[in-house]
């Protein structure tokens, strides 16, 4: 189980591992002291209910996959596709239903953008809705970085 997540003071990017007391971690950035309390985040089941950073209880679950990989084999194949009469577009689709079905899922907070994984998501915890995602998130939330000189 690991979470990543952005500092919300500096924005910058921070990862951690397994934890199981709750602990305060350090910006390596900004100095920023954050508090963790994983056991806050989990129910009695080991599976996860809120999130570690900010505690709000509104997640959604997606795969495992880089975007940037995924728009990449699809222009790939877009480009190919006049040369190959479209099967690079329908070789791309195999590939993406092939990645969707072994990839594991991941769950991330609508309101501070934080992502989990290696946790068992219930059932709960639903695909992405843009809809709640404007009612929650925090435009502030790691967005405070400086411009460097």
């Not at 920023?32 to 994983?38: G, M, S």
């Not at 495992?64 to 596709?81: H, M, P, T």
């Not at 404007?134 to 000189?149: H, L």
Request: aromatic fraction near 10%.
């Amino acid at each position: 189980m690991n979470v990543n997540f952005r500092c919300r003071e500096c924005g910058r990017g921070i990862w951690i591992g397994d934890f199981e007391q709750p602990s305060e971690l350090c910006c390596r950035s900004c100095s920023t002291q954050i508090a963790i309390d994983p056991a806050a985040g989990v129910d009695g089941n080991g599976r996860l209910e809120r999130c570690w950073i900010c505690g709000c209880d509104r997640l959604y679950r997606q795969r495992d996959f880089n975007r940037k990989i995924g728009l990449g084999v699809v222009a790939v194949a877009a480009i190919f596709s006049v040369k190959t009469y479209g099967l690079s577009l329908l070789g791309a689709a195999i590939i993406d239903a092939l990645l969707y079905w072994k990839l594991p899922e991941i769950a991330l907070c609508y309101h501070c953008e934080s992502i989990h994984r290696g946790f068992e998501l219930p059932r709960a915890i639903e695909a992405y809705d843009l809809a709640t995602h404007e009612r929650y998130e925090d435009q502030e939330w790691g967005k405070r970085i400086q411009p460097t000189t």
